[in-house]
């Protein structure tokens, strides 16, 4: 029996799937509502954060967007959510968010949004977020409160 032929480095890691990355905090105030962001290129809202850049690790790239998003400077803490979604409509690859734990947003602390990106932000109730979400990220918000309070990251699959 012939050895197997060995592939360079970099064709067998150019023939591996790919996937897109997103990173999200859970901010709240200190009565429990829910920071969440109104795009102005979706019709629905979101928790803050956005793509991983190549090469960034997601907890970073949540700190970075939040920063960017709504002008706070955060420590992505405890991962609370991965979520898995698989190719879908025009998107070839699957998409994998993470929401990481923002932590409690300080009464006065000045939120300024990247007004490239976001038309409003709001403090919401969990069931007034889940509501403005968009259907496929709404789990994600129930997920991770559930996680903060339990200590349990949860992992979800579309």
């Not at 060995?6 to 064709?11: A, E, G, I, K």
């Not at 949540?62 to 706070?72: D, I, N, P, Q, T």
């Not at 919401?124 to 996680?147: D, F, G, Y």
């Amino acid at each position: 029996m012939a050895a197997p032929k060995l592939l360079p480095d970099d064709v067998w890691f150019a023939q591996l799937p790919t996937a897109y990355l997103a990173a999200a905090a859970l901010l709240t105030d200190g009565d429990g509502r829910v920071l969440v962001v109104k795009p102005n290129y979706r019709e629905h809202w979101a928790l803050p954060g956005g793509v991983v850049e190549h090469g960034e690790e997601p907890h970073r790239g949540c700190e970075r967007e939040v920063a960017e998003e709504v002008g706070l400077a955060i420590e992505a803490r405890e991962l609370l959510v991965c979520h898995w979604n698989g190719p879908a409509g025009a998107r070839p690859r699957p998409f994998v968010s993470f929401v990481f734990d923002g932590g409690t947003v300080a009464p006065g602390a000045a939120i300024t949004l990247q007004a490239e990106e976001l038309d409003d932000h709001a403090f919401a109730t969990p069931q007034e977020a889940a509501a403005l979400l968009h259907p496929v990220q709404a789990p994600r918000l129930a997920a991770a409160l559930t996680a903060r309070s339990t200590g349990r990251a949860a992992y979800l699959i579309d």
